[in-house]
């Protein structure tokens, strides 16, 4: 069809895994076959029980991941082909200001410093107040089941978990720090929310509709 924008045909993924015994590897397979065609103006969704493949499909079809067969045609290239390093250039491509930027004949260079990067920098902004929160929480739980931060060192985990004990007695030794981690996550949440409202003021007015 000549308005088909996405063609995939017999994708596979087998995922290898040592511990098979004497040096064997283990072998899994996430998908099996899968085809389909997606035509301009068409919405695709997948469902299926837990396990089945949903987001091995996605990744792959993304390019996120590499398919193990088989071939995903995207407006005429086979990009399950392509590798991870070649698609970057292509997704940013696909952009409008990109796109803008090449029909006005820009070059590479003024592309990427004066088009991607200003585009790229506010959501990385955004982000990394969100990425501080989960690693805080990470670290706040692996502590707390004693496999993160080790004595004499002292964490917002290991407080809590020293506390349990006093909990009848002294709650708020507990209780202080637990209160401390979900404030902190909470103003660094809207720390990245205040971030993506200052970059992207038009963020604000899609919101309160």
Same mark, same amino acid.
């Given at each position: ?5 996405? #063609?995939?045909? %017999? ?14 590897? %283990? ?64 997704? %940013? ?25 200003? %585009?790229?920098?506010? #959501? ?86």
């Amino acid at each position: 069809m000549s308005n088909e924008i996405l #063609s995939v045909k %017999n994708i596979r993924k087998i995922y290898e895994s040592s511990g098979g015994g004497y040096g064997r590897k %283990n072998t899994v397979s996430a998908l099996d076959g899968v085809s389909f065609n997606l035509v301009q103006g068409e919405t695709l969704g997948i469902v299926g029980e837990s396990g089945c493949g949903k987001s091995t499909l996605g990744r792959i079809i993304s390019r996120l991941d590499s398919p193990t067969a088989g071939e995903i045609i995207y407006k005429g290239n086979d990009i399950a082909k392509k590798s991870l390093a070649e698609m970057r250039p292509l997704r %940013n491509r696909e952009r409008e200001f990109v796109k803008a930027a090449i029909g006005g004949g820009a070059k590479n260079s003024t592309i990427i410093f004066r088009e991607i990067l200003p %585009n790229v920098i506010p #959501s990385v902004l955004v982000f990394i107040p969100l990425m501080v929160s989960l690693a805080m929480l990470t670290e706040s739980a692996l502590s707390f089941l004693s496999i993160g931060v080790q004595a004499p060192d002292a964490s917002w985990g290991t407080i809590i978990k020293d506390g349990l004990g006093l909990l009848y007695t002294r709650p708020i030794v507990a209780l202080a720090p637990g209160l401390f981690i979900v404030i902190t996550a909470v103003a660094l949440n809207l720390l990245g929310d205040a971030v993506r409202d200052a970059l992207d003021p038009k963020a604000r007015l899609r919101g309160a509709f």
